[in-house]
């Protein structure tokens, strides 16, 4: 199986703050890796696929980067809206993996 | 996109067999657009991909629980079905129903979830 990390476990930060999540493959995926967000209680809401390639929806300030085994999500300024958990997906093959996720919460 | 609503026992007792069913509306089952896959999410941790199944009855499960799930599919009622035996405290979870594309596997549509609670 393809292991994901997420680093960090948890980033706090403030409203207009940059935010950076870093996700790592345990082998080349090339780019295929989804991002997800979560919030307490309800199911995770798809975001970004492809490693960069945003949702129909989805807003611009949410970036995504990277191929091989290191991936990036990028909040460019961070809103109310954003403070959730943050999951990185790899479907490169079978079966497919998540990363244990990053929550971003309030500084 | 599809909407998907999961539904079931929310309890189980240890040794039985977990049974949920996952609704699909907005679209059919039987299209050859979807895989449908089944995610369970334990409490306060991460996302565990259970299996999927596609419109033909294909199927393709996660090694790790592999020899005790079984994941179904219904086109008259439109919906799929996800069983999982010999369950024990460690099945404890929210359980998702989900699909992706015939040409990708990421997750675009989700059912809202429902927590299953292995217990005697």
């Known amino acids: 199986d393809i292991q994901m990390t997420q680093s960090p476990s948890t980033l706090s930060a403030s409203v207009g703050d940059r935010v950076t999540i870093t996700c790592r493959a345990s082998?080349?995926?090339?780019?295929?890796l989804a991002w997800y967000q979560q919030k307490p209680g309800k199911a995770p809401k798809f975001l970004i696929y492809k490693a960069s390639t945003l949702e129909s929806g989805v807003p611009s300030r949410f970036s995504g980067s990277g191929s091989g085994t290191e991936f990036t999500l990028t909040i460019s300024s961070l809103q109310p809206d954003d403070f959730a958990t943050y999951y990185c997906?790899?479907?490169?093959?079978?079966?497919?993996?998540f990363g244990p996720g990053t929550k971003v919460d309030v500084k | 996109q599809v909407q998907l609503q999961e539904s079931g026992p929310g309890l189980v007792k240890p040794s039985e067999t977990l049974s949920l069913t996952c609704t699909v509306s907005g679209g059919s089952i039987s299209s050859s657009s979807h895989y449908w896959s089944w995610i369970r999410q334990p409490a306060g941790k991460g996302l565990e991909w259970i299996g999927r199944i596609y419109s033909s009855g294909s199927t393709k499960y996660n090694p790790s629980l592999n020899s005790r799930v079984t994941i179904s599919i219904d086109k008259s009622n439109n919906q799929f079905s996800l069983k999982l035996s010999s369950v024990t405290a460690a099945d404890t979870a929210v359980y998702y129903c989900?699909?992706?594309?015939?040409?990708?596997?990421?997750?675009?549509?989700w059912g809202q979830g429902t927590l299953v609670t292995v217990s005697s």
């Open positions: 082998q080349s995926i090339s780019s295929w």
């Open positions: 997906q790899q479907y490169s093959s079978s079966p497919f993996t």
């Open positions: 989900a699909s992706s594309g015939n040409y990708y596997d990421y997750f675009d549509s």
